[in-house]
């Protein structure tokens, strides 16, 4: 993935969140929340492709079970730092704008790693990095 790809990637992912908050549409459709969390597993699945592969890591790891692994282990962070951020926001808010729970906290959990598992499972397979020739 070259990085001006990943920018517009980031862009639509932030702009579509920042929509759902203005318009609450995560209050209309429970789908709109699932989508988001969705492509933010595949964005953070791709950020970790770009990264070990621009810097060389993934020589380094060898084997595609501890690449996956490492890989799952990236989106997981990256999920519970935001579900943090969504528990901070209202907990200081003092409104349940973000989390209206721990089914919904779950769901979003699971949602990022399946992200992650479609692209690893997509992208992986063809043996190609997927970054701009050094």
Same mark, same amino acid.
């Given at each position: 993935?070259? !990085?001006?790809? #990943? !920018?517009?990637?980031?862009? %639509?992912?932030?702009? *579509?969140?920042?929509?759902?908050? +203005? ?18 597993? %595949?964005?953070?699945? @791709? ?5 070990? /592969?621009? $810097?060389?890591? !993934?020589? $380094? ?11 799952? @282990?990236?989106? #997981?962070?990256?999920? %519970?730092?935001?579900?943090? +951020? ?5 907990? /200081? ?12 906290? &779950? $769901?979003?959990? &699971?949602?990022?790693?399946? *992200? !992650? ?18």
């Amino acid at each position: 993935m070259t !990085a001006r790809r #990943a !920018a517009l990637f980031s862009f %639509v992912l932030v702009f *579509g969140f920042w929509l759902t908050l +203005y318009f609450g549409w995560h209050f209309q459709s429970l789908w709109t929340d699932n989508i988001l969390h969705f492509s933010g597993g %595949v964005w953070l699945a @791709s950020l970790f492709d770009f990264f070990i /592969y621009r $810097t060389g890591i !993934a020589e $380094t790891l060898g084997k595609p079970w501890l690449r996956l692994f490492f890989g799952l @282990s990236f989106v #997981a962070l990256f999920s %519970v730092l935001w579900e943090g +951020y969504e528990f901070l926001g209202d907990l /200081y808010l003092q409104k349940h704008f973000l989390q209206p729970g721990l089914p919904d906290t &779950m $769901t979003d959990f &699971m949602n990022d790693l399946s *992200g !992650a598992l479609v692209f690893f499972s997509f992208f992986w397979p063809r043996k190609k990095a997927f970054v701009e020739n050094k």
